[in-house]
């Protein structure tokens, strides 16, 4: 029987990779415009002011339409352009809340072939490469790799479908976090217990080391039956990207298992 905690994860990821039923870029850009209002509003938390929570919930309308692992479409990207070169709207977000944006629209590029990411297991254990043992590094599977110049960049469909492939599990949509939330993501509860505050600094050095320059950091969770238990097990995987957007190392994290 599944866990209940199990159980939230599931359906969690259920809700993120499940397709509204006919939706299209005429459901999604409205529903944008409208979360938009409301955050203009003078109730909201920033006031007239938009800040990173309301923007990354108004670019959801985007991920959430289409249930695809690629997110945006061709008609949906065309739109963020024109608010992306909006400098009105933009001066209109928080400065985190710009960066969510620029972020959101660098990994969602509409296109839907994947580039040639070949990933490997690194040497060593996790243990070693965080300098610290414990909970977070037996729960963890590292893998890296590079695309082959001029084969393309990593976006939303590179990544996930690398991370399929690599690691087996089903993932949900890739999403922009900063190194705050990388940290606080990182210091939660894992199938093998919570993670000590060494394990947790030293992960986050050893997968900012591939994104400091680029600060390219983006979270998906995953769900799969069979892999590396009995039955089902879950978790979340992180995506640091170089600065030229061919380099890529994921850390994937196990947190439920039944």
């Given amino acids: 029987m599944m866990s209940q905690s199990m159980k939230s994860l599931v359906g969690g990821l259920v809700l993120l990779t ?8 005429t459901t999604s ?29 108004a ?13 945006v479409d061709s008609a949906e990207r065309t739109y963020l352009t024109t608010r992306l070169n909006d400098t009105p709207f933009q001066q209109s977000l928080t400065g985190t809340a710009a960066k969510y944006f620029a972020d ?3 990994l969602n590029d509409a296109n839907t072939v994947a580039a040639p990411l070949y990933l490997s297991p690194v040497a060593g254990t996790a243990a070693s490469l965080y300098g610290a043992t414990g909970p977070l590094a037996n729960s963890s599977r590292i893998q890296e790799g590079y695309i082959a ?21 089903q993932s949900s949509i890739f999403e922009p976090i900063t190194v705050k939330e990388l940290i606080e993501r990182l210091s939660g509860t894992t199938v093998a217990g919570t993670p000590s505050v060494d394990e947790v600094e030293g992960a986050t050095a050893f997968i900012t080391a591939i994104s400091r320059n680029s600060n390219r950091l983006y979270v998906t969770g995953w769900s ?11 978790g979340y995987v992180i995506a640091a990207v170089s600065t030229d957007r061919r380099f890529v190392r994921m850390v994937s994290v196990m947190t439920a298992s039944d």
């Fill in 149 to 169: 110049n001029g084969a393309g960049v990593a976006n939303q469909a590179t990544l996930g479908y690398a991370f399929s492939s690599y690691f087996g599990p």
């Fill in 224 to 234: 799969c039956r069979g892999c590396g238990a009995p039955g089902w097990t879950g």
């Fill in 104 to 106: 959101f629209y660098e």
């Fill in 59 to 71: 670019l959801n309308a985007f991920l959430n339409d289409t249930g695809g692992p690629t997110g």
């Fill in 29 to 57: 850009i409205p529903a944008f415009e409208a979360s938009v209002t409301t955050a203009r509003g003078t109730t909201s938390p920033g006031g007239a002011t938009i800040i990173r929570a309301e923007i990354r919930t």
């Fill in 18 to 25: 499940t397709p509204a039923a006919f939706a299209t870029s």
